[in-house]
């Protein structure tokens, strides 16, 4: 996370962790199948995570659970993790070989989170019978991504991301009862 993608290697990984390059390849054929296991192990525990998305269904408002759902799904580890997916064809190979879907493994997660919670409050009337989910979906991804990018203690703010989310799902938002 520190120095980025390009300078991820097998001696970096052994350096941080304190141990000789051997260690690694004893468990991993090679480096690519060790950042297979990582981003694997990654994408699963954000799912356990955006799991609280699902229960959050009919509480607060939309915005606010999808405001926090970014904030996880986007967080420092998942954002960092999408730049190595994306400059190691090897790993993607790897991840679709590993799972369907799964060449870009953490917006998969995040994908399949906010179109299933979306999915969910349409069910419960919360979200309109026309919304296209699919679209929502996409752009509070694709957006939600583009906004954490640039990462620094102070961005995204908490305004500008409920900003964004309201305007997002605006039209698809059903106003709620007092």
Do not use: W
């Not at 304190?18 to 192990?41: M, S």
């Not at 990654?42 to 509480?59: D, F, S």
């Not at 799964?102 to 419960?124: K, P």
């Amino acid at each position: 996370m520190r120095d980025g993608p390009n300078a991820l290697t097998s001696r970096a990984v052994t350096d941080e962790a304190g141990c000789a390059k051997g260690v690694l390849h004893r468990h991993f054929p090679d480096f690519d199948a060790f950042l297979t296991d990582l981003v694997l192990d990654r994408a699963a525990q954000l799912e356990t995570k955006v799991g609280a998305l699902r229960a959050a269904t009919g509480t607060n408002t939309v915005a606010t659970n999808l405001t926090g759902a970014l904030n996880i799904l986007f967080g420092p580890v998942p954002l960092a993790i999408i730049p190595l997916i994306t400059f190691r064809d090897e790993l993607r190979t790897r991840l679709r070989q590993a799972r369907p879907g799964g060449g870009m493994a953490i917006l998969a997660e995040a994908t399949t989170a906010i179109s299933t919670y979306l999915a969910d409050e349409r069910a419960q009337g919360r979200i309109t019978p026309h919304a296209d989910i699919d679209t929502l979906t996409l752009s509070l991804v694709g957006g939600g991504h583009l906004l954490f990018t640039n990462r620094t203690p102070d961005a995204p703010t908490e305004q500008a991301l409920d900003k964004f989310v309201s305007s997002v799902i605006a039209d698809a938002v059903r106003p709620q009862r007092a």
